[in-house]
Protein backbone atom coordinates (compact mmCIF):
# COMPACT_ATOMS: atom_id res chain seq x y z
CA UNK A 1 0.00 0.00 0.00
CA UNK A 2 1.26 3.33 -1.28
CA UNK A 3 -0.10 6.38 0.61
CA UNK A 4 1.09 9.59 0.76
CA UNK A 5 0.09 13.50 0.49
CA UNK A 6 1.24 15.28 -3.12
CA UNK A 7 0.91 18.35 -4.49
CA UNK A 8 1.63 18.37 -8.23
CA UNK A 9 1.24 21.45 -10.00
CA UNK A 10 -0.07 22.20 -13.46
CA UNK A 11 3.83 22.80 -15.03
CA UNK A 12 5.55 19.48 -13.74
CA UNK A 13 2.75 17.26 -15.27
CA UNK A 14 3.08 18.94 -18.91
CA UNK A 15 6.50 18.77 -18.74
CA UNK A 16 5.79 14.99 -18.53
CA UNK A 17 6.17 14.01 -22.52
CA UNK A 18 4.92 10.64 -22.12
CA UNK A 19 2.10 11.89 -20.14
CA UNK A 20 0.16 13.42 -23.06
CA UNK A 21 -3.50 11.34 -22.54
CA UNK A 22 -3.43 12.89 -18.77
CA UNK A 23 -5.08 16.72 -19.11
CA UNK A 24 -5.91 18.40 -16.13
CA UNK A 25 -9.62 19.33 -15.43
CA UNK A 26 -8.31 22.29 -13.63
CA UNK A 27 -5.99 24.62 -15.19
CA UNK A 28 -4.92 26.17 -11.79
CA UNK A 29 -2.79 23.72 -10.09
CA UNK A 30 -3.48 20.50 -8.88
CA UNK A 31 -3.77 20.24 -5.07
CA UNK A 32 -3.72 16.30 -4.43
CA UNK A 33 -5.34 14.60 -1.32
CA UNK A 34 -4.42 10.72 -1.01
CA UNK A 35 -2.93 8.10 -2.95
CA UNK A 36 -3.66 4.67 -2.28
CA UNK A 37 -2.42 1.95 -4.57
CA UNK A 38 -4.86 -1.01 -3.88
CA UNK A 39 -3.72 -3.70 -6.28
CA UNK A 40 -7.55 -5.45 -6.09
CA UNK A 41 -8.79 -3.91 -9.04
CA UNK A 42 -5.84 -3.00 -11.19
CA UNK A 43 -7.44 -2.09 -14.35
CA UNK A 44 -9.59 0.30 -13.19
CA UNK A 45 -7.14 2.18 -10.82
CA UNK A 46 -5.87 2.19 -14.99
CA UNK A 47 -8.56 3.39 -16.11
CA UNK A 48 -9.09 6.27 -13.09
CA UNK A 49 -5.87 7.64 -13.48
CA UNK A 50 -7.19 10.97 -13.61
CA UNK A 51 -10.15 12.10 -12.32
CA UNK A 52 -9.70 15.89 -11.94
CA UNK A 53 -8.38 16.97 -9.30
CA UNK A 54 -7.18 13.17 -8.01
CA UNK A 55 -4.02 11.61 -9.41
CA UNK A 56 -3.22 7.61 -8.70
CA UNK A 57 0.37 6.18 -7.28
CA UNK A 58 -0.59 4.32 -10.36
CA UNK A 59 -0.38 7.39 -12.40
CA UNK A 60 3.23 8.77 -11.10
CA UNK A 61 4.31 5.11 -11.66
CA UNK A 62 2.91 4.85 -15.32
CA UNK A 63 4.88 8.11 -16.33
CA UNK A 64 7.15 5.84 -17.98
CA UNK A 65 10.86 4.30 -17.26
CA UNK A 66 12.67 7.06 -18.00
CA UNK A 67 10.01 9.50 -16.16
CA UNK A 68 12.15 11.35 -13.61
CA UNK A 69 9.08 10.46 -11.49
CA UNK A 70 9.56 6.71 -11.51
CA UNK A 71 13.25 7.36 -11.67
CA UNK A 72 13.31 9.57 -8.04
CA UNK A 73 11.08 6.07 -6.74
CA UNK A 74 13.75 3.92 -8.14
CA UNK A 75 16.26 5.71 -7.09
CA UNK A 76 15.29 6.33 -3.81
CA UNK A 77 14.26 2.96 -3.43
CA UNK A 78 17.64 1.72 -3.62
CA UNK A 79 19.09 4.30 -1.84
CA UNK A 80 16.88 3.68 1.33
CA UNK A 81 18.05 -0.34 1.26
CA UNK A 82 20.93 0.77 0.54
CA UNK A 83 21.48 3.19 3.56
CA UNK A 84 19.20 0.81 5.92
CA UNK A 85 21.97 -1.90 4.91
CA UNK A 86 25.15 0.30 6.11
CA UNK A 87 23.02 0.86 9.30
CA UNK A 88 22.82 -2.15 10.21
CA UNK A 89 26.61 -2.49 9.45
CA UNK A 90 27.04 0.05 11.74
CA UNK A 91 24.93 -1.06 14.49
CA UNK A 92 26.82 -4.63 14.47
CA UNK A 93 30.06 -2.48 14.65
CA UNK A 94 31.34 -3.61 11.53
CA UNK A 95 32.24 0.25 10.59
CA UNK A 96 34.32 -0.82 7.36
CA UNK A 97 31.56 -2.70 5.60
CA UNK A 98 29.23 -0.03 6.30
CA UNK A 99 31.80 2.65 4.86
CA UNK A 100 32.03 0.58 1.64
CA UNK A 101 28.18 0.67 1.81
CA UNK A 102 27.99 4.74 2.27
CA UNK A 103 30.77 5.31 -0.59
CA UNK A 104 28.81 2.91 -3.04
CA UNK A 105 26.01 5.19 -1.91
CA UNK A 106 27.36 8.02 -3.74
CA UNK A 107 26.59 6.93 -7.53
CA UNK A 108 22.91 6.76 -6.41
CA UNK A 109 22.71 9.83 -4.41
CA UNK A 110 24.60 11.53 -7.85
CA UNK A 111 21.60 10.45 -9.67
CA UNK A 112 19.21 11.35 -7.00
CA UNK A 113 20.54 14.84 -7.59
CA UNK A 114 20.02 14.81 -11.30
CA UNK A 115 16.17 14.97 -10.62
CA UNK A 116 16.16 18.16 -8.75
CA UNK A 117 14.34 19.19 -11.34
CA UNK A 118 11.31 17.69 -9.39
CA UNK A 119 11.01 19.38 -6.62
CA UNK A 120 13.81 22.17 -4.99
CA UNK A 121 13.34 19.59 -1.79
CA UNK A 122 14.88 16.87 -4.11
CA UNK A 123 17.16 19.30 -5.01
CA UNK A 124 18.49 20.05 -1.26
CA UNK A 125 18.32 16.75 0.33
CA UNK A 126 19.96 15.17 -2.62
CA UNK A 127 22.48 17.65 -2.21
CA UNK A 128 23.22 17.62 1.45
CA UNK A 129 23.27 13.54 1.47
CA UNK A 130 26.32 14.17 -1.45
CA UNK A 131 28.19 16.08 1.02
CA UNK A 132 27.50 13.82 3.75
CA UNK A 133 28.77 10.53 1.88
CA UNK A 134 32.26 12.21 2.13
CA UNK A 135 33.09 11.49 5.01
CA UNK A 136 36.14 10.14 6.23
CA UNK A 137 35.29 7.99 8.82
CA UNK A 138 32.01 6.84 9.95
CA UNK A 139 32.97 5.93 13.41
CA UNK A 140 32.90 9.51 14.11
CA UNK A 141 28.91 9.76 12.51
CA UNK A 142 27.48 6.78 13.46
CA UNK A 143 23.91 8.40 13.15
CA UNK A 144 24.99 9.27 9.28
CA UNK A 145 22.87 6.68 7.41
CA UNK A 146 20.13 6.04 9.68
CA UNK A 147 19.62 9.89 8.94
CA UNK A 148 19.80 10.28 5.58
CA UNK A 149 17.14 6.77 5.21
CA UNK A 150 14.67 8.83 7.62
CA UNK A 151 15.54 11.99 5.32
CA UNK A 152 14.77 10.35 1.88
CA UNK A 153 12.37 7.92 3.08
CA UNK A 154 10.34 11.25 3.97
CA UNK A 155 11.50 13.02 0.46
CA UNK A 156 10.39 9.73 -1.20
CA UNK A 157 6.55 9.67 0.44
CA UNK A 158 6.05 13.76 0.10
CA UNK A 159 8.18 14.68 -2.53
CA UNK A 160 6.75 17.81 -3.12
CA UNK A 161 6.94 18.70 0.65
CA UNK A 162 7.18 22.71 1.84
CA UNK A 163 11.20 23.99 1.29
CA UNK A 164 10.78 24.54 4.95
CA UNK A 165 10.50 20.69 6.12
CA UNK A 166 13.53 20.04 3.78
CA UNK A 167 15.50 22.58 5.08
CA UNK A 168 14.84 20.96 8.70
CA UNK A 169 16.12 17.38 7.02
CA UNK A 170 19.04 19.00 4.90
CA UNK A 171 20.08 20.53 8.90
CA UNK A 172 19.33 16.65 10.11
CA UNK A 173 21.93 15.24 8.17
CA UNK A 174 24.47 17.74 8.33
CA UNK A 175 24.42 17.42 12.39
CA UNK A 176 24.56 13.70 11.60
CA UNK A 177 27.62 14.34 9.30
CA UNK A 178 29.03 16.03 12.43
CA UNK A 179 30.06 18.82 10.25
CA UNK A 180 28.57 21.20 8.51
CA UNK A 181 30.12 20.84 4.89
CA UNK A 182 30.27 24.08 3.27
CA UNK A 183 29.91 24.35 -0.54
CA UNK A 184 32.20 24.69 -2.69
CA UNK A 185 32.66 28.32 -3.60
CA UNK A 186 29.96 29.45 -0.66
CA UNK A 187 32.68 31.29 1.28
CA UNK A 188 34.48 33.31 -1.78
CA UNK A 189 30.34 34.47 -3.06
CA UNK A 190 30.29 35.38 0.93
CA UNK A 191 32.78 37.69 0.50
CA UNK A 192 31.41 38.99 -2.43
CA UNK A 193 28.22 39.37 -1.73
CA UNK A 194 29.20 41.22 1.59
CA UNK A 195 31.53 43.83 0.18
CA UNK A 196 31.49 47.15 1.26
CA UNK A 197 31.60 48.43 -2.34
CA UNK A 198 28.44 46.54 -3.49
CA UNK A 199 25.90 49.46 -4.23
CA UNK A 200 23.10 49.65 -1.82
CA UNK A 201 21.75 52.59 -0.02
CA UNK B 1 29.83 39.58 31.45
CA UNK B 2 26.03 40.21 31.79
CA UNK B 3 24.65 41.45 28.85
CA UNK B 4 25.05 41.56 24.75
CA UNK B 5 24.02 43.95 22.39
CA UNK B 6 24.16 42.51 18.92
CA UNK B 7 24.97 44.82 16.38
CA UNK B 8 24.20 43.70 12.52
CA UNK B 9 28.06 42.81 11.30
CA UNK B 10 27.66 40.13 14.18
CA UNK B 11 24.24 38.88 13.11
CA UNK B 12 25.34 38.44 10.20
CA UNK B 13 28.41 36.57 10.38
CA UNK B 14 26.04 34.22 12.75
CA UNK B 15 23.49 34.13 9.83
CA UNK B 16 25.31 34.07 6.60
CA UNK B 17 28.98 33.31 6.67
CA UNK B 18 30.08 29.50 7.28
CA UNK B 19 34.20 30.42 7.35
CA UNK B 20 35.01 30.04 10.68
CA UNK B 21 33.45 33.61 11.68
CA UNK B 22 30.04 32.40 12.46
CA UNK B 23 31.54 29.84 15.12
CA UNK B 24 33.39 33.08 17.25
CA UNK B 25 30.57 35.09 16.72
CA UNK B 26 28.37 32.58 18.71
CA UNK B 27 31.34 31.53 20.85
CA UNK B 28 31.65 35.66 22.06
CA UNK B 29 27.55 35.76 22.46
CA UNK B 30 27.47 32.23 24.31
CA UNK B 31 29.59 34.04 26.59
CA UNK B 32 26.93 36.84 27.93
CA UNK B 33 23.99 35.93 30.16
CA UNK B 34 21.68 37.83 27.87
CA UNK B 35 22.11 38.68 24.48
CA UNK B 36 20.20 40.91 22.98
CA UNK B 37 18.77 41.48 19.11
CA UNK B 38 17.14 44.94 18.55
CA UNK B 39 14.80 44.88 15.61
CA UNK B 40 17.25 47.20 14.20
CA UNK B 41 19.76 45.01 13.28
CA UNK B 42 16.91 42.86 11.68
CA UNK B 43 15.83 45.78 9.63
CA UNK B 44 19.32 46.67 8.26
CA UNK B 45 20.38 42.62 8.22
CA UNK B 46 17.45 42.47 5.81
CA UNK B 47 17.77 45.77 3.87
CA UNK B 48 21.72 45.01 3.38
CA UNK B 49 23.35 41.44 3.59
CA UNK B 50 19.99 39.49 3.42
CA UNK B 51 18.91 41.30 0.38
CA UNK B 52 22.53 40.81 -1.60
CA UNK B 53 21.75 37.23 -1.15
CA UNK B 54 18.57 37.53 -2.29
CA UNK B 55 19.76 39.71 -5.20
CA UNK B 56 21.88 36.68 -6.34
CA UNK B 57 19.84 34.49 -5.95
CA UNK B 58 17.10 35.58 -8.22
CA UNK B 59 20.45 36.21 -10.29
CA UNK B 60 21.20 32.41 -10.83
CA UNK B 61 17.58 31.42 -11.41
CA UNK B 62 17.27 34.15 -14.19
CA UNK B 63 20.55 33.39 -15.56
CA UNK B 64 20.73 29.76 -14.92
CA UNK B 65 24.54 30.26 -15.07
CA UNK B 66 27.08 30.92 -11.98
CA UNK B 67 29.51 32.72 -13.71
CA UNK B 68 26.99 34.80 -15.62
CA UNK B 69 25.51 35.97 -12.23
CA UNK B 70 29.06 36.66 -10.61
CA UNK B 71 29.97 39.07 -13.64
CA UNK B 72 26.48 40.46 -12.99
CA UNK B 73 27.59 40.91 -9.15
CA UNK B 74 30.97 42.86 -10.35
CA UNK B 75 29.62 44.90 -12.53
CA UNK B 76 27.20 46.42 -10.22
CA UNK B 77 30.32 46.60 -7.22
CA UNK B 78 31.60 50.31 -7.14
CA UNK B 79 35.25 48.28 -7.28
CA UNK B 80 35.32 45.47 -9.77
CA UNK B 81 36.99 42.77 -7.99
CA UNK B 82 38.11 39.92 -10.67
CA UNK B 83 40.24 38.28 -9.04
CA UNK B 84 37.50 37.40 -6.29
CA UNK B 85 35.11 36.15 -9.45
CA UNK B 86 37.45 33.91 -10.60
CA UNK B 87 38.49 32.72 -7.82
CA UNK B 88 35.20 31.78 -6.50
CA UNK B 89 34.00 30.54 -9.95
CA UNK B 90 37.40 28.26 -9.94
CA UNK B 91 36.48 27.03 -6.15
CA UNK B 92 33.20 25.99 -7.11
CA UNK B 93 34.04 23.98 -9.75
CA UNK B 94 36.77 22.41 -8.68
CA UNK B 95 34.79 21.37 -5.48
CA UNK B 96 31.69 19.65 -7.72
CA UNK B 97 34.51 18.06 -10.44
CA UNK B 98 35.87 16.19 -7.29
CA UNK B 99 32.55 14.73 -6.26
CA UNK B 100 31.99 13.75 -9.66
CA UNK B 101 34.35 11.13 -11.29
CA UNK B 102 34.72 12.28 -14.81
CA UNK B 103 33.13 8.79 -15.82
CA UNK B 104 30.24 9.17 -13.77
CA UNK B 105 29.30 12.51 -15.15
CA UNK B 106 29.68 11.20 -18.70
CA UNK B 107 27.15 8.48 -17.88
CA UNK B 108 24.91 10.77 -16.01
CA UNK B 109 24.95 13.14 -19.08
CA UNK B 110 24.43 10.42 -21.44
CA UNK B 111 20.95 10.30 -19.38
CA UNK B 112 19.84 13.37 -18.24
CA UNK B 113 21.88 15.71 -20.83
CA UNK B 114 23.09 19.17 -19.65
CA UNK B 115 21.78 18.74 -15.94
CA UNK B 116 25.14 16.75 -15.52
CA UNK B 117 27.07 19.24 -16.43
CA UNK B 118 29.70 20.98 -13.68
CA UNK B 119 28.11 24.60 -14.72
CA UNK B 120 25.06 23.78 -14.27
CA UNK B 121 25.31 21.23 -11.36
CA UNK B 122 27.11 24.51 -9.75
CA UNK B 123 24.37 26.63 -10.35
CA UNK B 124 22.01 24.81 -9.08
CA UNK B 125 23.46 23.33 -6.09
CA UNK B 126 24.34 26.93 -5.04
CA UNK B 127 21.03 28.18 -5.63
CA UNK B 128 19.67 25.88 -3.53
CA UNK B 129 21.61 26.18 -0.49
CA UNK B 130 21.61 30.35 -0.97
CA UNK B 131 17.64 29.89 -0.67
CA UNK B 132 17.93 27.63 2.04
CA UNK B 133 20.42 29.91 3.99
CA UNK B 134 18.10 32.80 3.29
CA UNK B 135 15.12 31.13 4.45
CA UNK B 136 16.31 29.91 7.71
CA UNK B 137 18.51 33.38 8.51
CA UNK B 138 15.44 35.52 7.96
CA UNK B 139 12.89 33.17 10.21
CA UNK B 140 15.10 33.09 13.09
CA UNK B 141 14.31 36.80 13.71
CA UNK B 142 11.91 35.43 15.86
CA UNK B 143 13.89 32.63 17.84
CA UNK B 144 17.10 33.46 18.02
CA UNK B 145 18.26 34.42 21.67
CA UNK B 146 14.77 34.71 22.48
CA UNK B 147 13.71 36.49 19.37
CA UNK B 148 13.80 40.01 18.20
CA UNK B 149 14.22 43.27 21.14
CA UNK B 150 13.30 47.00 21.13
CA UNK B 151 10.76 46.64 18.29
CA UNK B 152 10.31 49.07 15.55
CA UNK B 153 6.67 50.20 15.85
CA UNK B 154 6.88 52.01 12.45
CA UNK B 155 8.40 48.97 11.03
CA UNK B 156 6.25 46.42 8.81
CA UNK B 157 7.60 42.57 9.75
CA UNK B 158 6.95 40.34 7.05
CA UNK B 159 7.85 37.29 5.55
CA UNK B 160 10.18 36.55 2.78
CA UNK B 161 7.65 35.48 -0.36
CA UNK B 162 8.51 33.51 -3.49
CA UNK B 163 7.08 34.50 -6.99
CA UNK B 164 7.51 32.43 -9.53
CA UNK B 165 10.79 30.92 -7.94
CA UNK B 166 12.07 34.17 -7.18
CA UNK B 167 12.18 35.42 -3.31
CA UNK B 168 10.94 38.90 -3.16
CA UNK B 169 11.77 40.38 0.03
CA UNK B 170 9.98 43.62 0.34
CA UNK B 171 9.03 45.78 2.34
CA UNK B 172 12.21 47.31 2.20
CA UNK B 173 11.82 49.68 4.28
CA UNK B 174 8.88 51.67 6.68
CA UNK B 175 6.18 52.85 4.62
CA UNK B 176 7.79 56.01 2.87
CA UNK B 177 4.94 58.40 5.07
CA UNK B 178 5.62 56.93 8.57
CA UNK B 179 7.29 59.30 11.15
CA UNK B 180 9.96 57.05 12.53
CA UNK B 181 10.22 55.80 15.94
CA UNK B 182 13.75 56.45 16.74
CA UNK B 183 13.08 60.31 16.93
CA UNK B 184 11.33 60.10 20.34
CA UNK B 185 13.32 57.28 21.50
CA UNK B 186 16.86 58.88 20.78
CA UNK B 187 15.91 62.55 21.70
CA UNK B 188 14.70 61.01 25.02
CA UNK B 189 19.21 61.49 26.29
CA UNK B 190 19.79 64.62 24.62
CA UNK B 191 23.35 64.69 26.38
CA UNK B 192 24.13 61.58 24.57
CA UNK B 193 23.04 62.83 21.29
CA UNK B 194 24.85 65.67 21.10
CA UNK B 195 27.80 63.72 22.67
CA UNK B 196 27.75 61.18 20.36
CA UNK B 197 27.15 63.73 17.05
CA UNK B 198 30.17 65.50 17.93
CA UNK B 199 32.45 62.65 18.32
CA UNK B 200 31.30 61.95 14.17
CA UNK B 201 33.19 65.48 13.97
CA UNK B 202 36.43 64.95 15.56
CA UNK B 203 37.44 61.39 14.25
CA UNK B 204 39.75 61.30 11.26
CA UNK B 205 37.27 59.62 8.89
CA UNK B 206 34.73 62.42 9.62
CA UNK B 207 34.43 62.97 6.11
CA UNK B 208 33.32 59.91 5.54
CA UNK B 209 30.03 60.57 3.69
CA UNK B 210 28.25 57.91 5.66
CA UNK B 211 29.52 59.85 8.77
CA UNK B 212 28.85 63.28 7.11
CA UNK B 213 24.80 61.87 6.92
CA UNK B 214 24.70 60.55 9.92
CA UNK B 215 26.04 64.03 12.23
CA UNK B 216 23.43 65.63 9.91
CA UNK B 217 20.36 63.22 11.18
CA UNK B 218 21.45 63.43 14.65
CA UNK B 219 21.63 66.94 14.52
CA UNK B 220 18.52 67.55 13.28
CA UNK B 221 16.92 65.09 15.45
CA UNK B 222 18.98 66.99 18.43
CA UNK B 223 17.67 70.79 16.96
CA UNK B 224 14.48 70.35 15.98
CA UNK B 225 13.15 67.49 17.97
CA UNK B 226 9.44 67.66 16.98
CA UNK B 227 10.07 67.23 13.32
CA UNK B 228 9.58 63.98 11.66
CA UNK B 229 11.78 61.78 10.19
CA UNK B 230 11.56 59.13 7.54
CA UNK B 231 13.03 55.90 6.00
CA UNK B 232 15.71 57.87 4.70
CA UNK B 233 16.97 59.58 7.78
CA UNK B 234 16.60 56.00 9.78
CA UNK B 235 18.97 54.34 7.85
CA UNK B 236 21.25 56.68 7.91
CA UNK B 237 21.38 56.71 11.72
CA UNK B 238 22.71 53.40 10.98
CA UNK B 239 25.68 52.46 14.03
CA UNK B 240 24.63 55.70 16.45
CA UNK B 241 21.41 53.47 16.96
CA UNK B 242 23.42 50.54 18.54
CA UNK B 243 25.48 53.29 20.47
CA UNK B 244 22.57 55.12 21.82
CA UNK B 245 19.89 52.74 22.79
CA UNK B 246 22.43 50.03 24.15
CA UNK B 247 22.11 49.43 27.88
CA UNK B 248 24.76 50.93 30.25
CA UNK B 249 25.84 47.46 31.52
CA UNK B 250 26.30 46.11 28.40
CA UNK B 251 28.65 45.52 25.12
CA UNK B 252 28.50 46.02 21.87
CA UNK B 253 29.29 43.09 20.06
CA UNK B 254 30.55 44.30 16.61
CA UNK B 255 33.25 43.52 13.75
CA UNK B 256 32.76 47.41 12.77
CA UNK B 257 35.04 48.66 15.51
CA UNK B 258 36.22 51.56 12.75
CA UNK B 259 32.25 53.11 13.12
CA UNK B 260 31.72 52.47 16.42
CA UNK B 261 34.31 53.36 17.98
CA UNK B 262 34.40 57.13 18.48
CA UNK B 263 30.41 57.29 19.33
CA UNK B 264 30.86 54.69 21.83
CA UNK B 265 33.93 56.12 23.63
CA UNK B 266 32.22 59.40 23.48
CA UNK B 267 29.20 58.31 25.83
CA UNK B 268 31.07 55.11 27.26
CA UNK B 269 29.76 52.37 26.07
CA UNK B 270 31.50 49.04 26.01
CA UNK B 271 32.31 46.94 22.79
CA UNK B 272 33.97 44.32 21.42
CA UNK B 273 34.97 42.22 18.29
CA UNK B 274 33.31 38.59 18.45
CA UNK B 275 37.07 37.16 17.76
CA UNK B 276 38.45 38.91 20.68
CA UNK B 277 35.84 37.37 22.93
CA UNK B 278 35.88 33.80 21.46
CA UNK B 279 39.70 33.68 21.62
Known amino acids: VFENVVSLDERRLQAQPKQQDFTPKSQSSLELTVMKWVPVDYDQLVRQGSTGQFVTAERLYGFGEFDQMSRFFKVSGDLISALSECDNHIQQGAFLAADDVLMNCRPVIQEMFMLRDISEAVGLVSLRCLHAANVDAITNTPDIASTMMRAITRLRAAPFMKFDIAIELADDIDTAAGTQEVLPGYNELVQLLLDDNVLND | ?279
Not at chain 2, 28 to 40: D, G
Not at chain 2, 142 to 164: I, Q, S
Not at chain 2, 172 to 195: E, W
Open chain 2, 1 to 279: MTDAYIETTTLTDLLLKKDGSEKAAARAINLFSRPIIPQFAWKEFKRGPLAHFIWFHNKLIVTKDFGRALSALQRLSRTPQRYMVSTAIQAAHTGFTSRFANKDLEALQKIHGEKATIGVIVTDAMQLELKRVIFQAWKKRRTLHGGWANKLDCYPDFELVEKTSLINLAPRDCPSNSDCCLRSRLIRDKAKLTAVWRSLSSSPASAKQEWVNRKKVLRDIEKRPHSSIGPKECRRIGDAYFVLTCPPDATIITTNIVDIQPMADAIGIAYQRPVNLSE
